[in-house]
């Protein structure tokens, strides 16, 4: 089992659609969460962190959920510009720290 | 605020030759810094850290090495190229504290020829 497992996707929405990421980890050490956002041949960037209250960033709301070891992203209103792969980060304390990056979850959003 | 510099963007190098990718981060002291390698519609692959000066931890043994001369410098080296080498490299920062996020360059596309 992969340590950060996203849904394998693409998703393909209309503009204006809300559409939801799901992201689960298996170890329970795990310790911070984060949401990235890759356009295609660039550099990943930090789109939220995401914390045990659960937070909102405009359109995009994150949660956890630690008993479940299940994290989310939610994109309210979908735009084109919204097009991009999102990949979950989890940091694992394993005496030291670790971050895992999932695999990604790539998105379209058609006019 | 911080900065991260990575260069070049783009690099075509013939197989055997050598290799070094440099990395820069301004506005932070003593950050922890990364080298990842991403294949086309691919993951990231971790392949180096740095906590320090002077200390790397390797991820995945291959024929790359990095080093850490300055507190804020991380460069990416190889002395021959294989053609597996080809990817998306990308270096990135985060603070020395734990649980931060980790904050990428623009990355250097590398293709082996």
């Known amino acids: 089992r992969k340590e950060v497992e996203q849904d394998p996707g693409p998703f393909n929405v209309p503009e204006g659609a809300t559409v939801a990421f799901n992201c689960t980890y298996s170890n329970s050490a795990s310790q911070s969460f984060f949401w990235y956002r890759q356009d295609c041949r660039k550099e990943p960037k930090l789109l939220m962190s995401?914390?045990?209250s659960g937070n909102e960033d405009g359109r995009f709301t994150a949660q956890l959920n630690r008993a479940s070891q299940y994290i989310s992203l939610l994109i309210r209103d979908s735009k084109l510009s919204d097009s991009a792969t999102y990949l979950c980060?989890?940091?694992?304390?394993?005496?030291?720290?670790?971050?895992?990056f999932g695999a990604g979850t790539r998105l379209f959003v058609k006019a | 605020s911080q900065t991260i510099h990575q260069w070049p963007a783009t690099l075509v190098q013939p197989v055997g030759s050598p290799l070094s990718l440099e990395c820069t981060v301004e506005g932070t002291s003593n950050p922890n810094l990364y080298w990842y390698r991403q294949a086309a519609g691919r993951g990231l692959q971790l392949l180096f850290y740095?906590?320090?000066?002077?200390?790397i931890s390797s991820e995945v043994p291959q024929n790359l090495s990095a080093s850490r001369p300055q507190d804020r410098q991380f460069i990416l080296s190889s002395k021959k190229l294989l053609l597996s080498d080809s990817g998306f490299y990308l270096c990135?920062?985060?603070?020395?504290?734990?649980?931060?996020?980790?904050?990428f360059g623009d990355g250097t596309r590398l293709s082996i020829l």
């Open positions: 995401v914390y045990s």
């Open positions: 740095s906590v320090g000066i002077g200390q």
């Open positions: 980060v989890v940091t694992v304390n394993t005496g030291g720290f670790k971050t895992i």
């Open positions: 990135a920062w985060s603070a020395g504290t734990e649980n931060q996020p980790q904050h």
